[in-house]
């Protein structure tokens, strides 16, 4: 694995959201986040790239050495067969085949162990990755809900702003339409008569009632004698 890309994927993974992108100035941090979210994503994709080549090499270098080996076995059985027939000559000649089987394998032991390692080492990297980018998805989700509930706060915020204003203003509007009526007419307006009191009201509602009661009595009183 290319060391840039290996450079480039623990930057990814312990990095913080300033450091995954380059140019973040006059950026929305929202729009900061996804962009580093799609930058983990192609990082994933070139791992993927550099494990599909491992895996490649590492099965050839197994067929190549599960060949190699069944030749030198194979070799083997022929060279018992040559020293049993006395012919020295092949023998010699699978024997010298041998030996350069032999130092073939050892090499090609260690390409598949190396593939093994570097295949793990990059599935690795690709779960790390991909960890990274479900904690980044999180991080965005909650930052677009504290927005979002930012924004319904600031609304509510406003309308009860905008709603003590208008109160104030009417409020203000009834005090002086209040204050000219009276000094014009010298009758209270419409506020003052609403804040008068309303047990006196009623007392002058009930007083009113006992004179009509009253005026009838007499009235009564009145026709009788006259009969």
Do not use: C, W
């Amino acid at each position: 694995m290319a060391e840039g890309l290996v450079a480039r994927v623990k930057r990814l993974v312990s990095g913080g959201v300033n450091q995954l992108v380059d140019s973040i100035e006059n950026t929305s941090p929202e729009t900061v986040m996804a962009e580093a979210i799609r930058e983990v994503d192609r990082a994933v994709d070139q791992v993927r790239d550099e494990l599909a080549g491992v895996i490649a090499n590492k099965h050839l270098a197994n067929t190549r050495l599960g060949e190699t080996t069944s030749r030198h076995e194979e070799l083997q059985g022929q060279i018992a067969l040559a020293v049993k027939e006395s012919r020295d000559d092949l023998a010699e000649a699978a024997i010298a085949r041998q030996l350069d089987l032999e130092v073939q394998i050892p090499v090609l032991e260690a390409a598949v162990a190396d593939a093994s390692r570097e295949e793990k080492e990059l599935e690795g990297y690709i779960s790390a990755l991909q960890a990274r980018k479900r904690e980044m998805e999180a991080e965005l989700d909650q930052f677009r809900s504290s927005q979002q509930q930012s924004a319904v706060d600031s609304a509510a915020a406003g309308a009860a702003a905008q709603k003590d204003t208008v109160e104030g203003k009417t409020r203000k509007a009834e005090e002086t339409f209040d204050r000219v009526m009276k000094n014009a007419t010298g009758l209270p307006g419409g506020r003052s008569g609403e804040m008068t009191d309303s047990t006196k009201l009623a007392e002058l509602d009930d007083l009113a009632r006992k004179n009509r009661v009253s005026e009838r009595l007499a009235a009564l009183k009145a026709a009788t004698r006259d009969v």
